[in-house]
């Protein structure tokens, strides 16, 4: 079966743009969260839906960051008046079952996409 | 921020020869995951430790949690070419939602 996808692979905007990344989560994945990798790093969480649900923004860096997943399975990450900070892969995971927030959990796997990278000039 | 912190940042080594990356990280923790990353692919689950393990093993792998120390360390056995890649340990939290925290990796070069 497909794995997590994203779209596109590469993008390259000039300062100033606004962009647009597409996750396609496993099919039947409760979870989707997006994560931003600088170079070097390791993925940073940005933010977690649950279906349609966005349940957690703590890791949004700024108002310019917006997720959505309206219909509860793909999702899309828009950044609003890139910056060259933006730089960086934006990964996207899935999970089949729910993330217990708030309380302990045990831990669902989650299998990322290959990740779009974006170039700020 | 990043909770993990890998040791060493990078490693190369033979093909045939063990690798061992350590891992430290700050606060407590219900598990413990090691994730590997291929040059421009996204990150492939390893292996999870829980917190009440101390050893684990997945074909070539053995994981290792010391959780008085704050530590675990990841063992690749006679490595292959295949083997390059960067690995990243991720934390739990046992304070409450499974977000996983990352550290900075470790880039691990096998020479064929």
């Known amino acids: 079966g497909a794995g997590v996808s994203q779209s596109p692979r590469y993008k390259v905007a000039k300062r100033g743009q606004d962009v647009a990344l597409r996750c396609d989560p496993i099919?039947?994945?409760?979870?989707l969260f997006w994560y931003q990798q600088a170079l070097g790093q390791g993925p940073e969480f940005l933010t977690y839906f649950q279906n349609e649900a966005q349940l957690d923004k703590s890791g949004l860096p700024s108002d310019r960051f917006f997720a959505e997943r309206p219909e509860g399975s793909v999702s899309t990450l828009k950044i609003q008046r890139t910056q060259q900070e933006d730089s960086a892969v934006y990964l996207c995971?899935?999970?089949?079952?729910?993330?217990?927030?708030?309380?302990?959990?045990?831990?669902?796997?989650?299998?990322f996409g290959p990740g779009t990278r974006l170039t700020v000039l | 921020s990043q909770q993990g912190e890998e040791d060493p940042q990078a490693l190369s080594i033979q093909e045939g020869e063990n690798a061992t990356m350590n891992c430290s990280y700050k606060?407590?923790?219900?598990?413990l995951q090691w994730y590997r990353q291929n040059s421009g692919r996204g990150l492939v689950h390893l292996i999870l430790i829980r917190s009440n393990e101390r050893e684990k093993h997945s074909g070539r792998l053995r994981v290792t949690l010391d959780t008085s120390k704050k530590s675990s360390s990841l063992l690749i056995t006679a490595s292959r070419a295949a083997d390059t890649a960067s690995y990243f340990c991720?934390?739990?939290?046992?304070?409450?939602?499974?977000?996983?925290?990352f550290g900075r990796g470790t880039s691990l070069i096998v020479h064929p």
């Open positions: 995971a899935s999970s089949l079952s729910p993330t217990a927030l708030g309380r302990r959990s045990s831990y669902n796997e989650q299998f």
């Open positions: 099919s039947g994945h409760v979870s």
């Open positions: 606060t407590s923790i219900n598990n």
């Open positions: 991720a934390t739990g939290s046992s304070g409450g939602s499974y977000i996983p925290t």
